[in-house]
Nanobody, 123 residues
Framework: QVHLVESGGGLVQAGGSLRLSCAAS????????MGWFRQAPGKEREFVAA????????YYSDSVKGRFTISRDNAKNTVFLQMNSLKPEDTAVYYC????????????????WGQGTQVTVSS
């Protein structure tokens, strides 16, 4: 059974940093794109970042570009999201997702999801 488990969320002041991890088990995702999404209360889940299978290509939403960095360690079957210069509007539950069947920015492309980790940024 495939599991994606996020960790690293928490409460941080504006301007601070957090590093999220997503560990996969049950199968390897070393040959597929991985993505991060987030969902704030009352809002739809939105794309944050994605990384191709070998880490050579990364993609970001305009709202996080220049502040967040996605990376992966295929030997550990883990993907990371380094979040710097956090803002209150970054507050959300962050989800990792694996193996998009289509557009990597589209939530409906993904069959595998983690349970999410809460990130709260105070002003």
């Amino acid at each position: 059974q495939v599991h994606l488990v996020e960790s690293g969320g928490g409460l941080v002041q504006a301007g601070g940093s957090l590093r999220l991890s997503c560990a996969a088990s049950g199968r390897t995702f070393s040959s597929t794109t991985m993505g991060w999404f987030r969902q704030a209360p009352g809002k739809e889940r939105e794309f944050v970042a994605a990384i191709n299978w070998n880490g050579m290509f990364t993609y970001y939403s305009d709202s996080v570009k220049g502040r967040f960095t996605i990376s992966r360690d295929n030997a550990k079957n883990t993907v990371f999201l380094q979040m710097n210069s956090l803002k209150p509007e970054d507050t959300a539950v962050y989800y990792c997702a694996a193996e998009p069947r289509g557009n990597y920015r589209d939530t409906s492309s993904y069959d595998y999801w983690g349970q999410g980790t809460q990130v709260t940024v105070s002003s």
